[in-house]
């Protein structure tokens, strides 16, 4: 089984969560805390089979034709999208027809994308990638190619990258190393150089590619001269939602503290009592503002009664 690890990957992962050209230096999965999240509170994925940016010389040498693709290529959050096209049609080569780059019996590439997560996952089993010019021969064939991104919100991002099982190049068995890139020639053919591309993860995207090829191939067959460029198999890559904002609790109200008044009749003096909160630390309750108040006027009325009686005996 060939495995990737953490490697400089062939794509490079944008803050908006798009892919740049082969043709850019190798970069990294960009984007911290909030950076890479796609608009509208929604994350961003995308994910495709193949990407080629190779030059093509005819056999004349006076023409060039480039053949730049991408095969299966999805994104979200446009309509959860999965394609499965494999056939690239280059003029002037192999007579006018289709040039089939990967033949594969499973080739799938998906993207979702919402408010809670986005997700890509590219599967290649069976496949074969052919260049122009050598229609017989596999440029290199796999048994199984996998790569996974995932972004939910709130969490840390996640991405997987896998070329398991028997890898040929050129006809040739290959092992794939962590190491650096396994190089293949073969007299009179040409050059494949093939590398683990791995993953890449930051607090907000990810990415994933699990395979580079670098071709320079002279095959002098079918009118083409000379195939050079590079070769990305099973990209990638996610953007992280934005994290739910945390609802703050609500604040604690008190009962409001109405101050009162009681008169005494004999004095005259008004004496302020207070209900409310204060009341639960005396352990008074919410008549005894009007039980005290009634005792001070019986106390009141009591008194004068009083001074009356002795007034009257005096007399």
């Not at 693709?69 to 690239?88: G, R, S």
């Not at 990638?236 to 604040?251: L, Q, R, T, W």
Request: proline content about 8%.
């Amino acid at each position: 089984m060939n495995s990737t690890t953490f490697r400089t990957p062939a794509l490079a992962l944008l803050a908006t969560g798009t892919v740049a050209l082969l043709a850019a230096p190798p970069a990294f999965a960009t984007g911290g805390a909030g950076g890479g999240t796609g608009s509208g509170g929604v994350g961003r994925a995308g994910a495709v089979v193949l990407r080629a940016g190779l030059d093509v010389s005819l056999l004349n040498k006076t023409v060039n034709v480039p053949l730049k693709t991408t095969l299966n290529e999805v994104t979200a959050p446009a309509a959860p999208a999965q394609k499965t096209a494999l056939t690239v049609t280059l003029d002037g080569v192999e007579g006018g027809a289709p040039v089939r780059v990967l033949r594969a019996d499973v080739a799938t590439s998906k993207a979702t994308a919402d408010k809670d997560k986005a997700e890509a996952e590219v599967n290649l089993a069976k496949a074969r990638v052919h260049v122009p010019g050598l229609p017989a021969l596999s440029l290199v064939e796999m048994e199984q190619v996998t790569s996974k991104a995932v972004c939910e919100a709130g969490k840390k991002p996640v991405a997987s990258a896998n070329v398991l099982g028997k890898v040929t190049a050129l006809g040739k068995k290959v092992t794939l190393t962590a190491g650096g890139p396994t190089k293949v020639e073969v007299p009179g053919v040409g050059l494949v150089s093939l590398e683990l591309s791995g993953t890449e993860t930051t607090s907000a995207a990810a990415a994933a590619a699990a395979l580079r090829l670098k071709v320079s191939v002279n095959p002098l067959n079918l009118n083409v001269a000379e195939v050079q460029g590079e070769i990305v198999l099973a990209e990638a890559h996610c953007a992280s939602p934005p994290a739910p904002v945390p609802i703050p609790p609500k604040p604690e109200t008190k009962p409001d503290v109405k101050p009162q008044a009681v008169t005494d009749t004999r004095t005259g003096t008004v004496t302020p009592v207070t209900t409310g909160a204060n009341l639960a630390e005396t352990g008074g309750g919410s008549t005894a503002p009007y039980v005290a108040g009634a005792a001070l006027v019986l106390l009141g009325i009591g008194g004068g009664a009083l001074v009356v009686t002795r007034r009257r005996r005096t007399s």
